[in-house]
């Protein structure tokens, strides 16, 4: 099965628990929003962007109603995106250890929010708006309140993260997203796909997916800057010193090799560092490849040990970054 078929066309909005012949769905209630020939899916669990499609046709490699969402596909990151080393981090004179959420590579990742069931504050016909309070746990002695608004227009799909600490001390911050775009390629892989990635340095990193310095893309595979075509390329890294454009943001396109569309992915300064990832190692064969992971972040990953790119969120305060998707016909 084409795994692009698993989401190729919208289903009815919908909203409450969801049940198939009395079980509930893997994500929680399920919610659709629509301006024009777009659409796009939203799911309790995590608040997540399950599908985005338009004219029916999917953007994202995303997942089913039916399916436990892989890979975090359109999940949020918060208070951290990508890894921590050994779950463990120091921060104001005390040292914490998190649940290793990736036991295989001793690590936790992408941070605590993304399989907890967000409310919905509010939804119209184009946009909805989630919230959650992340109280404190293991090894996270803080509490935020949490916020994601979707919303459609004319230029596509806006995503906007607020986090406010509402404890008394300051804690570590950072944030991150993590959609796949894809344009339903033949063969069902993104290898015949042009990208362009804005980034003049990478971050290389061990086995384990922690940063082991910085490089110039120059003369290396990972020099997307123009578009070139993905070809075998295996990435996984983070990139940073992103070339942006007059209005600020940083875009990253993924365009069909006849040039007749291309779906492209924008953040806004907030977020220095966007890691691009070709899905070879994740766990579900069928689901390698089949989508570009772009993962807008505003801090590197490790940041918790190495600073980099780190936020202190002080009490009271509050931080917005914002993303979004823009479906483009041709180049």
């Not at 338009?54 to 109603?65: A, Q, T």
């Not at 799909?157 to 991150?176: A, E, I, Y």
């Not at 997916?209 to 910085?214: D, V």
């Not at 969120?313 to 979004?324: D, E, I, N, P, V």
Request: aromatic letters at 8%; charged letters at 25%; proline letters at 8%.
């Amino acid at each position: 099965m084409n795994p692009e078929a698993r989401t190729s066309s919208p289903a009815k909005p919908r909203q409450g628990p969801e049940r198939n012949s009395g079980h509930l769905l893997p994500s929680g209630r399920q919610y659709e929003i629509r301006h024009g020939r777009q659409s796009a899916q939203l799911t309790e669990v995590g608040g997540a962007l399950r599908g985005y499609f338009l004219d029916g046709r999917p953007l994202l490699d995303g997942y089913g109603p039916e399916e436990m969402c892989t890979g975090a596909r359109g999940q949020s990151l918060i208070p951290w995106p990508n890894r921590i080393r050994n779950g463990r981090y120091e921060w104001d004179g005390g040292t914490y250890q998190l649940d290793l959420s990736e036991p295989e590579k001793s690590g936790a990742i992408h941070g605590l929010t993304r399989w907890r069931n967000w409310e919905v504050r509010e939804q119209s016909e184009d946009s909805i708006s989630f919230a959650y309070t992340l109280h404190s746990c293991q090894g996270w002695p803080w509490v935020l309140d949490c916020s994601l608004d979707y919303g459609l227009d004319d230029g596509g799909l806006s995503v906007r993260t607020t986090v406010t600490n509402r404890s008394p001390d300051p804690c570590p911050f950072g944030t991150g997203a993590h959609p796949y775009l894809s344009l339903g390629l033949a063969g069902g892989t993104i290898d015949a796909g042009l990208v362009e990635v804005p980034g003049r340095t990478f971050l290389p990193v061990d086995d384990r997916g922690i940063p082991t310095g910085h490089e110039r893309v120059d003369g290396t595979e990972y020099d997307l800057r123009e578009l070139r075509q993905l070809g075998a390329r295996h990435i996984d890294v983070a990139y940073t010193d992103l070339i942006r454009d007059a209005d600020g943001r940083a875009r990253v396109r993924l365009v069909r090799p006849d040039s007749s569309a291309a779906v492209e992915l924008w953040a806004d300064e907030t977020y220095p560092y966007l890691e691009i990832f070709t899905g070879d190692t994740l766990p579900q064969p069928d689901r390698r490849r089949t989508g570009l992971g772009v993962e807008p972040m505003t801090c590197a990953p490790d940041a918790f040990n190495s600073g980099e790119g780190l936020i202190t969120l002080h009490a009271g305060q509050s931080h917005t970054g914002q993303w979004g998707i823009t479906p483009r016909q041709g180049t």
